[in-house]
T-cell receptor
Framework: ETGVTQTPRHLVMGMTNKKSLKCEQH?????MYWYKQSAKKPLELMFV???????ENNSVPSRFSPECPNSSHLFLHLHTLQPEDSALYLC?????????????????FGSGTQLSVL | GEDVEQSLFLSVREGDSSVINCTYT??????LYWYKQEPGAGLQLLTY?????DMKQDQRLTVLLNKKDKHLSLRIADTQTGDSAIYFC?????????????FGKGTKLSVKP
């Protein structure tokens, strides 16, 4: 166990559905992330929350909507997805170092939610 | 843009050494990481190296960094069947924002008994 829990583990949804992915970390970290892992592509960073504020959104389509109500919980709300959005969605957390850019950053990942969009 | 390249597959026999290679393009990289992903699981940090080092050893794992050639390798000594997984190389550039590690596509290591 990495201390980062994601639910559900698997999700199948139609293009008109609305669903949410949940992530919870028990490590006392102050930063949380959503990554997308697609077959044969590098891991893509989607969203970054630090101290519960969104600090980065890497040009992700608006059909993905993140929410971070507190430093331990992170959600990804999904609506009107496309089949090409089918992927493994990974949540991660870290203790953001005080040094800023270029500092050591150890990410702790959850097991992911395998999403299939029909 | 920044890029991290790895070969996609490696197959070794149990007990042999495995060497997984990675090249990267960002010359400002400060930290480089190796993550392991077992089937049905997320990524697990194995080890990391700071860019002013050229070698780091941690039990069966040895990381070698050639900063001039922008080449990173992970050697696993006495490879076991439990080492079968996908191994990701990642780099943290000085200009990179928080959490924005650049990952390779991963090398799938298969260990045959």
């Amino acid at each position: 166990e990495t201390g980062v829990t994601q639910t559900p583990r698997h999700l199948v949804m139609g293009m008109t559905n609305k669903k949410s992915l949940k992530c919870e970390q028990h490590l006392g970290h102050n930063a949380m992330y959503w990554y997308k892992q697609s077959a044969k592509k590098p891991l893509e960073l989607m969203f970054v929350y630090s101290l519960e504020e969104r600090v980065e959104n890497n040009s992700v389509p608006s059909r993905f909507s993140p929410e971070c109500p507190n430093s331990s919980h992170l959600f990804l709300h999904l609506h009107t997805l496309q089949p090409e959005d089918s992927a493994l969605y990974l949540c991660a957390s870290s203790q953001a170092p005080a040094g800023g850019a270029g500092t050591n950053e150890k990410l702790f990942f959850g097991s992911g939610t395998q999403l299939s969009v029909l | 843009g920044e890029d991290v390249e790895q070969s996609l597959f490696l197959s070794v026999r149990e007990g042999d050494s495995s060497v997984i290679n990675c090249t990267y393009t960002d010359s400002s990289s400060t930290y480089l990481y190796w993550y392991k992903q077992e089937p049905g699981a997320g990524l697990q940090l194995l080890t990391y190296i700071f860019s002013n080092m050229d070698m780091k050893q941690d039990q069966r794992l040895t990381v070698l960094l050639n900063k001039k050639d922008k080449h990173l390798s992970l050697r696993i000594a006495d490879t076991q069947t439990g080492d079968s997984a996908i191994y990701f190389c990642a780099e943290r550039g000085y200009g990179g924002s928080q959490g924005n590690l650049i990952f390779g596509k991963g090398t799938k290591l298969s260990v045959k008994p």
